[in-house]
């Protein structure tokens, strides 16, 4: 089976972007809402997964800790602003647990959450029992940049006869409506911040005095191991121009 019709792989961090849509839409948080929390960007344990005034003494607003992919930030949010509940039906809203339609047969991304709090704060980090394929990963990015649109994807767009008449050409059509357009709009802002100062900011340094000098990049990123098969999976998703995407 082809990589990009694979659902085995974990999602990882690509996830934070259904908790950011949850917590704008559901949990009555903004952009720039500061979090308090302890430890590093990206530990993630018993010890600093509970807020505890006395001990969190670091603070970062929800957009950047999307750039910067900040667990424990996350894991907050859905533990203060959010339920499992809401965290599934997101999911569900995005597409996880349902086939996709499409011309290849492509796996089922899944989103499993049963378990205590701690479970909870994981999986919004991006830690949890979710796998995703690339195509999903594909349609769920296109849907932020699509004013909270995803479309069914097709692989064939037109044919066209040696004597250049139109054979076929493909309609497009809509698949779902996970999100609002606003906050489509208020998370493709956000996802400006990966490449600006977060953890795509190393990559872009250079592109930007060149090719990119003047296209903004919405984007997010995402790093774990997994076992199917076993080994580190690195994420990147993009839409571009950030303003009024193409790509």
Known sequence: KSVAMRATFPAASLFKMITAAAALERGG??????????GSDYLLSRWNYLPNPKLDRRVMDLSTA??????????????????????????????????????????????NLQGD????????????????????????????ANSG?????????????????????AQSSSLRYPILSSTAQQLLEMMKETVESGTAKKHFTKLRQSTFRDIEVAAKTGTLSGDNPKGMYYWFVAAAPADDPEI
């Open 149 to 169: 649109k995803m479309m069914k994807p097709y692989v064939v767009d037109r044919i066209v006869a040696a004597d250049g008449k139109l054979e076929y050409q």
């Open 29 to 38: 948080l903004s952009t720039h809402e500061p979090v308090r929390f302890r």
């Open 117 to 144: 709090s701690y479970d909870l704060a994981r999986t919004a980090a991006g830690f949890g029992e979710v796998s995703i394929s690339p195509l999903h990963a594909a349609l769920i990015t296109a849907a932020i």
């Open 66 to 111: 999307l750039g910067k992919s900040c667990n424990p930030v996350f894991a907050r949010v859905a533990l203060q602003n959010l339920d499992t509940p809401i965290l599934e039906r997101y999911a569900t809203n995005f597409g996880f647990n349902s086939e996709i339609p499409f011309d290849i047969n492509v796996e089922t991304s899944r989103f």
